[in-house]
């Protein structure tokens, strides 16, 4: 998506590996979120962050999961002695702001843990 | 129970059928409501999105919101294969932070 770039693409791991995934946006702005998609499910929320803010960690499934972003730059989502369960699309996303709260997404990262 | 429910389908319509997609929901904060289309191996780009009750139409698509039933809806007019995707309805409370998704219907379109 326009404005959103991830990296890898894709990332095939092996069980107990640690992953870090890329959210690098092309433009700032100050709400950028993490979603996980699984095989033929909707969006899950896992975390969000505004601004200077402390970010919102409510959806992160477990400690195995984290992430950081610096200001209005890149953030990065680092799984810890992944799991098959964690095999899904993460995709990450920008809040451009106003009331609609429409999300511009980048094009995933699909995890695939062996 | 899941704050937005939504039938993962799969859809399978002829080409100029008339498609309904539609959504529950159980949160009466969420006051505005969107669709998003996501191709495949793409990430969600938003449809159309509809503040509180009533209709929006943009073309093809008509969006409804029924807040006293907790029912949102998406009608597609005269489909075409390339509306073949997998929609999402999404919704949010005011200030638009914390997008809550439905699990997403595949629609598919036969020419």
């Known amino acids: 998506g326009a404005g959103v770039s991830q990296s890898p693409s894709n990332k095939v791991t092996e069980k107990g590996k640690d992953v870090e995934l890329r959210c690098d946006p092309i433009?700032?702005?100050?709400?950028l979120y993490w979603y996980r998609q699984r095989l033929g499910q909707g969006l899950e929320f896992l975390i969000y962050f505004q601004g200077n803010s402390a970010p919102d960690k409510s959806g992160l499934p477990s400690d195995r999961f984290s992430a950081e972003r610096t200001g209005e730059s890149v953030s990065t989502l680092t799984i810890q002695r992944t799991q098959q369960e964690d095999s899904a699309v993460y995709l990450c996303?920008?809040?451009?702001?106003?009331?609609?709260?429409?999300?511009?997404f980048g094009e995933g990262s699909r995890l695939t843990v062996l | 129970q899941k704050e937005v429910e939504q039938d993962p389908g799969p859809l399978s319509v002829p080409e100029g059928a008339i498609v309904s997609l539609n959504c529950t929901y159980s949160n009466s904060a969420f006051q505005y409501f969107m669709w998003y289309r996501q191709y495949s191996r793409k990430g969600p780009e938003l449809l159309m999105y509809t503040y509180s009750s009533g209709n929006k139409e943009d073309g093809r698509f008509t969006a409804q919101v029924d807040k006293s039933s907790k029912y949102i809806s998406l009608f597609i007019r005269d489909s075409q294969p390339s509306d073949s995707a997998t929609y999402l309805c999404?919704?949010?409370?005011?200030?638009?932070?914390?997008?809550?998704f439905g699990a997403g219907t595949r629609l598919f379109v036969k020419a």
């Open positions: 996303a920008l809040h451009q702001g106003g009331l609609t709260g429409e999300l511009f």
């Open positions: 999404a919704m949010t409370n005011t200030g638009g932070f914390k997008t809550i």
């Open positions: 433009s700032g702005h100050t709400a």
